[in-house]
């Protein structure tokens, strides 16, 4: 079989999904094929995206970023995980807190541990057999110490706060040393082969036409070739995720940094909390059937931290996929491909995984068709898992204080998470399927912190008799309280990496 390859490839829209594209795929291709960017000055990115899960460190390792560099560049903070407030019922909170709990005995995992004695009385909250939720809760923070392979201190997994634009204007610069080409402009029109509808080309507005053999498509919402052009068709959502509309709004700093995101519930939705090196970032996201726009905007505002610093902007919205992501000689990637809202701060970890995801089925100009629906069909199973963890968030609950509250609590589910639901009210269990994003502890954490209650435990917890689970759960819990002890302040660490002295 003969193969033409790929030679050209034209990445439509810049922001953080066209930049991260970019940086990525130069990097990896050597400049063997030509990488161009098509953005307009005039067309402004989302940007409110600002919170990241870890593996955004295995993007950033690849590119061969410096770590301190780059929280110098981007104004970061850490994130050692998510608190949600009022979510299970008004006046409770808890944290979905990255990395391990505990310490595994023989084949049964530690939560089954510390939930049979959980459910005997016998042991605290999950939290404190959690370096990353302690640490978050003390704002401390310090890099794993993989040299201490035995203390909790090895096991702190981190993502960050980081301002989305910084990010992708960090990343430009890496692009273009790897021989990106930027071109300013907006495109007016999009020209398709006859033949099969492949897009052959797109024209500026000021005449311009790029060719191109790949195209990537990272203009956001509008989906200006799989959607405009193509008509790859939407999966909607809504029913599962109804809220429609965001507020976001920056305000100044006020107090510690805090080395996590907070979200809190609100009577139609919830509100986001993220502090960086420079400002905090806010936003109120709410469904537009329970709550007006105004009153989205007036509670936001009513609860912020410190003086904003911009008028708040609306961001419109629909929760749902394309139907192909990618589709004849374009892939979507970012926004264009689809949307969940921002509740696990998935956006930017979807972004790297499709980009990863095209590197592994890289084409030829021969379009493998084969190669294309094992591509689309791991990129849907993906994002309907996360879908369906963040609609427990919302399903979860024991609140009925408002109509919101009420329908989310009583409303259909996928047959895909009422499995997961099934499963673990039995004996606490959760399946990981198939490398799904979310791990069976960060289900087991929102689960138990919205109040969803196990039956029972794993039988087999019961070769340990009482006094070897307490000295086993109690010496866990020792030596993590003594290593948040002896850790950094978050603000100290930061401020040691601004001044350039980690």
């Known amino acids: 079989m003969t193969q033409t390859p790929i030679k050209n490839i034209v990445i439509v829209g810049g922001g953080t999904a066209g930049w991260m594209a970019a940086a990525a795929l130069a990097k990896i291709l ?37 770590e301190d560099e780059f929280m110098r560049e981007t104004k970061a903070t850490f994130k050692l995980g998510i608190e949600f407030e009022d979510w299970g019922r008004v006046g409770e909170r808890y944290m979905h807190g990255f990395g391990k709990f505990g310490q595994d005995l023989w084949t049964v995992d530690f939560f089954q541990y510390w939930l049979k004695a959980h459910q005997a009385g016998m042991a605290p909250d999950l939290e404190r057999y959690s370096i990353n939720r302690m640490a978050a809760h003390a704002g401390k923070f310090i890099r794993p110490s993989p040299e201490m392979a035995n ?60 060719e ?24 909607d959502w ?13 305000c100044e700093l006020s107090g510690d940094l805090q080395p996590y ?16 090196q420079h400002r905090t970032g806010n936003g109120h996201v709410f469904c537009s059937r329970f709550m007006s726009d105004d009153e989205a905007a007036a509670l936001l505002m009513k609860n912020l931290d410190g003086k904003p610093l911009a008028d708040p902007r609306l961001l419109r919205f629909t929760a749902g996929k394309r139907n192909k992501t990618w589709h004849k000689n374009v892939v979507a990637i970012g926004l264009s491909s689809g949307f969940l809202e921002p509740l696990e701060s998935t956006s930017i970890f979807l972004i790297q995984s499709a980009i990863s995801r095209l590197v592994s089925f890289f084409p030829d100009t021969g379009f493998h068709q084969a190669d294309i629906d094992e591509f689309n069909r791991q990129s849907d199973f993906e994002i309907e898992r996360i879908r369906d963890f963040i609609i427990l968030h919302y399903h979860a609950t024991t609140r009925d204080d408002t109509p919101f509250w009420n329908h989310v609590r009583t409303m259909e589910i996928p047959a895909s998470l009422r499995r997961k639901l099934d499963l673990y009210k039995g004996h606490g269990r959760v399946v990981r399927e198939n490398e799904e994003l979310f791990t069976p502890i960060g289900w087991q954490q929102v689960l138990h912190g919205q109040g969803v209650r196990a039956g029972g435990y794993n039988p087999l917890v019961d070769l340990l008799d009482e006094k070897e689970l307490a000295d086993f759960l109690g010496n866990i819990e020792r030596v993590v309280g003594k290593c948040v002890d002896v850790m950094p302040s978050h603000n100290e660490f930061i401020a040691a990496i601004v001044a350039g002295k980690r």
């Not at 993502?159 to 960090?170: I, W």
């Not at 040393?177 to 020209?191: A, F, L, N, S, W």
């Not at 979200?263 to 502090?275: H, N, Y």
Request: hydrophobic share 45%.
């Open 30 to 66: 050597r400049n063997k094929v030509a990488i161009r960017l098509v953005e307009s000055d005039e067309i402004s990115s989302v940007g409110v995206g600002e919170s990241t899960i870890p593996m955004i460190r295995l993007f950033n390792n690849v590119l061969g970023i410096n």
């Open 151 to 210: 203390s909790p201190l090895a096991d702190i997994v981190h993502a960050f706060h980081l301002d989305a634009g910084l990010y992708a204007r960090y990343l430009r610069s890496h692009a273009e040393k790897h021989g990106v080409v930027r071109t300013e402009g907006k495109i007016v029109q999009v020209r398709q082969r006859a033949v099969d509808g492949f897009i052959e080309s797109v024209a500026l507005e000021n005449g311009e036409v790029i």
């Open 212 to 235: 191109g053999d790949l195209f990537l498509d990272c203009s956001g919402f509008r989906g200006l070739l799989i959607e405009q052009a193509l008509n790859t068709g939407f999966e």
């Open 238 to 250: 809504s029913h599962w995720l109804p809220c429609d509309r965001a507020w976001a709004v920056p």
């Open 261 to 276: 995101t907070r979200a809190s519930a609100r009577p139609a939705g919830w509100q986001w909390r993220i502090g960086l």
